[in-house]
Every structure is written in C-alpha cells, then in structure tokens.
C-alpha cells in the first residue's frame, strides 16, 4: 500500500526490532521477534475471552518469507484446497500476487475487479503452469453494491459460496482536507470502507448459511492505517485506513461475541512497488516514481506470503494484526536529506 516517503518511522514494540537492512544483529532480533509473534495461539473465541489481539511481525524480505516462513505455510495448506477465496481487486499488484500464490495452494480463486483482462491473462498463466487450484476472473464494480451482492449471488450459485474473503481493493485520489473534492472523498470512503465492509458482510453471512465455522476474512490495510503522514493529498486516505484498522478489530470482536471460530485478520504493508502512486499522481509520473526510489519498496508477493503465513496458521491461532515493515531508504538519496535525517 502507499506510504509518503518522508515518514518511514513505524510504531512496534521495542523488541521487535527493525527487519530488513542493517547489521545481522538487528535481522537476527526481528527474526526472533516475529518467530515469537507466530508461536503465540489463542484458544476457542468465547464471550469471556476478553483479551487483546495477538499480533506478529511479517518480515519484509520476500527471500526471508519463503524460505524460514514458505514450508510452514505449504504445510498449513492442505485444508483449504479446492475451496474458495474471494479476492477483491485482483487486476494487478498486491491482489494479483495473492490471486496467484492461492491457486499455487490449490483453492478456487474468485478474482474481482472493474475490468478482468489482465485476470484473464492471470487465470490462462496459471492453467498453463499446472497450478492445481483455478483462477475465475468476475468483472465488478465495488462502488456500486447492486454489483457487490451479484457477484455473492453468482458464486452462491456457481461455486457454493466464500470460505476465505480477501479485502485488498483500494483506491487514493489526491484530495485535501482543505481543497479536495467531495467526488474524490466519497470514491476514496465508497471502495476502501464500504465495499469492504459489504464484502465482509456477505462473506459471514456465506459462510454462516453453510454453517463453514473456519473461514478467514482478511483486509488489506496500510501502515497509513496507524499514523497520519505529513503529507496532505494523503490525509483522507489515511482516514480511510484507520477505519479500516477499527473496523478488522470491531469484527474480531463481534466474531467473538457469535462464538465462531472464524478469523479476521488486517495486514498493514508499508511501501509496495505496484502501480498505486501512479494511480494517485495521475498527472505527475516523476512524483510518483520518486515514492519507490527512496526505499528498497515491499514487493507484492512479499504480502502474498503473508497472506499465505496467516491462514495457513492452525484454527486455534488468531493473526489479528500484521504489519510488514519496508527495508531503510537507501542512502544518501534526496528524501533522505530533505528529512532532515543524517
């Protein structure tokens, strides 16, 4: 997700420590920081429990993930192939990546976007690979909830109904406080709050008629979900993604309250190499290319595999939150110097 470059501070328990560049003393602390935040279950949700979420470190190497975290996950696996996942914004980036890396894992992927040719191109590359899950490409608006509950309707129909539901679209525009656009806010507030919040609903609601009591709903959040970046064009944003935060914690909670063991987790990446600056400066390529030039930026299959991580965790094992930390900016790089830092 996007992050403004002169803000790269990331608020976590000391110690966690800071994974990704550095000395190997700071990559051996965050490796046990985060092996230690994995190891931690929680029991059967019940109305008493009322603890706090449990939370784990994702490292930001995509090497680091595969190798210490890949074989742990394939083998979690196993119980969810040939069933299906919902993945909302599926069209490039951080949505492609995990469209692909579930039917790596055998599942039966519903891939949604506003326009599905590059799933299509998607859904064919699988095929041709011999990936044993399958990729539905679904053409949906997720501004419009007429189109959101077609498509529940559809795969109730054709495929039984969600077990897992993957909230990943999002969308900035470049509105301020001040002088934006009350068009750019309400599509900022329709596709990252209300479609998400819609799909999650119609995703309960799938899996409680089928009464599938194991079923995992994830929302691809941000880091601009837990601090406000002095940035302008990005306050309504991060707005957006701090209701995000609240709203993954209140599920937990009222999940909890049903006594069903179905999960509910929020991933928060820092900066991720994909087409979303762009997006966002529409108008100033040389800005948005600047966003991934100051740092070594997440790639989006970095956050496929912690999507991978955190459902291929036992059922009693509750990731409510997980926060992927970006490696350091490079060094000597202009951002670096207008922050002010050394």
Request: glycine residues 8%.
């Amino acid at each position: 997700m996007w992050q403004v470059p002169e803000d790269r501070r990331v608020e976590s328990r000391p110690e966690a420590g800071q994974v990704g560049g550095g000395s190997r003393r700071v990559t051996d602390r965050g490796r046990a920081a985060a092996e230690a935040a994995a190891a931690v279950s929680r029991g059967r949700p019940s109305p008493c429990d009322l603890g706090q979420s449990s939370a784990t470190l994702v490292p930001s190497s995509r090497n680091e993930v595969g190798g210490r975290l890949g074989t742990m996950a394939r083998a979690g696996m196993e119980r969810w192939r040939d069933r299906l996942a919902l993945v909302t914004g599926a069209s490039g980036g951080i949505g492609a990546a995990v469209a692909r890396a579930l039917v790596q894992q055998g599942l039966k992927v519903v891939g949604c976007a506003r326009t599905v040719g590059n799933i299509e191109e998607l859904a064919a590359e699988c095929k041709s690979a011999g990936y044993p899950g399958t990729l539905i490409p679904f053409r949906c608006d997720l501004s419009n909830e007429e189109d959101i509950l077609s498509m529940f309707s559809a795969i109730r129909c054709q495929h039984g109904g969600v077990d897992i539901c993957i909230n990943n679209a999002g969308l900035a525009r470049p509105d301020t406080l001040l002088s934006g656009s009350t068009s750019g806010w309400k599509d900022m507030f329709n596709v990252n709050v209300l479609a998400l919040s819609i799909c999650t609903r119609e995703a309960y609601q799938s899996m409680k008629e089928r009464k599938v009591d194991d079923g995992h709903i994830i929302n691809i959040n941000s880091m601009s979900g837990h601090r406000v970046a002095p940035l302008s064009v990005a306050h309504f944003y991060s707005a957006t993604k701090y209701a995000v935060t609240a709203l993954t914690e209140g599920l937990r909670q009222e999940l909890r309250e049903a006594q069903t063991h179905i999960r509910a987790t929020c991933i928060s990446p820092g900066v991720v190499e994909t087409q979303f600056a762009f997006k966002l400066h529409d108008k100033d390529p040389e800005k948005a290319a600047v966003t991934y030039e100051h740092i070594k930026c997440l790639k989006p299959e970095d956050v496929a595999e912690a999507v991978i991580y955190v459902i291929s965790t036992p059922p009693h094992v509750q990731v409510s939150l997980a926060v992927a930390v970006h490696a350091l900016e490079k060094p000597n790089h202009p951002q670096r110097r207008r922050a002010g830092r050394p």
